[in-house]
């Protein structure tokens, strides 16, 4: 099981969008999928489109992280009234918050990580979608993680941003857990014929060279429009969604070869 973090430590860049992307190219892909709403907004949580009634949530997980809590606070996605496949979902609360405190204890940390390997064998891939910003919900998420997507946009404070979560990605592994490494940087809601995205973009290379992940996400409609219906984006009509699930394919892909993730069997389920 691979576990990747969505983060960004600056909110409004679109990290659940993004988390959300790549959820509809691993369910499109038949690759078995628990998304974690880590997010005291549980957004991730409403787009993909579940019931929340008679579950607990991840609020409970951190309080007591037992697989039988774990086993209640999951459920799966809307998305397979439309497609066979597994993607589920560990529910988000904004009761989340009450565990985002500044300076978490080591227990703390290890929560998620506990409340996982109690799931290890349901899935190939577990995304987390993080809180914005860098309390103890974020290192949960990165001590229970094998890599962290950053996710940014092609703006003025984009580089640094980057640039302060590549640092304490860095800081988490050194003095935490040895196995985290940075996926990447994902440039997310780029017009492509902005003169400043595309300086921007250059910025980030110039400093951060291969982190810089390809492709980069145009800012469409379509993505938001999906969302909104709570529909995988590779279901979603039209060409301007079909280029953009090609793009979450790609990104797709390198999280795959990162984490060795294994193709569905044959025969498997996988959503068109």
């Known amino acids: ?86 993607i589920d979902v560990l529910i988000g609360s904004p009761s989340a918050i009450n565990y985002d405190g500044p300076h978490p204890t080591v227990r703390d940390v290890w929560k998620l990580e506990e409340a996982l390997a109690s799931v290890e064998a349901d899935y190939d891939l577990v995304l987390i979608d993080c809180a914005p910003s860098l309390n103890a919900l974020t290192r949960t998420a990165w001590a229970a993680s094998d890599r962290v997507a950053v996710i940014t946009e092609p703006g003025l404070f984009s580089v640094a941003a980057a640039d302060r979560a590549l640092r304490a990605i860095e800081e988490i592994r050194r003095g935490l857990s040895p196995r985290l490494q940075p996926l990447g940087i994902v440039v997310n809601r780029v017009r492509p014929q902005s003169i400043e995205h595309q300086f921007r973009i250059k910025e980030l290379r110039d400093m951060f060279g291969p982190l810089v992940l390809s492709p980069q996400l145009p800012e469409r409609t379509s993505l938001q429009q999906a969302q909104g219906a709570a529909k995988p984006l590779h279901v979603w009509p039209g060409e301007s969604a079909q280029e953009l699930a090609a793009d979450f394919d790609q990104l797709l892909d390198r999280i795959v070869r990162a984490g060795r993730i294994p193709a569905p069997e044959a025969g498997a389920p996988a959503a068109e």
């Open 1 to 86: 099981m691979h576990v990747l973090s969505v983060s960004s430590l600056k909110g409004g860049v679109g990290k659940t969008t993004v988390t959300l992307g790549l959820a509809s190219a691993a369910f499109s892909r038949g690759i078995r999928t628990l998304v974690v709403d880590l997010d005291p907004q549980s957004d991730v949580s409403t787009g993909l489109d579940i019931q929340i009634a008679g579950h607990l949530n991840v609020a409970d997980v951190l309080e007591n992280p037992k697989e039988k809590v774990v086993r209640q606070a999951i459920t799966a996605s809307g998305w397979t009234k439309v497609h066979a496949g597994v």
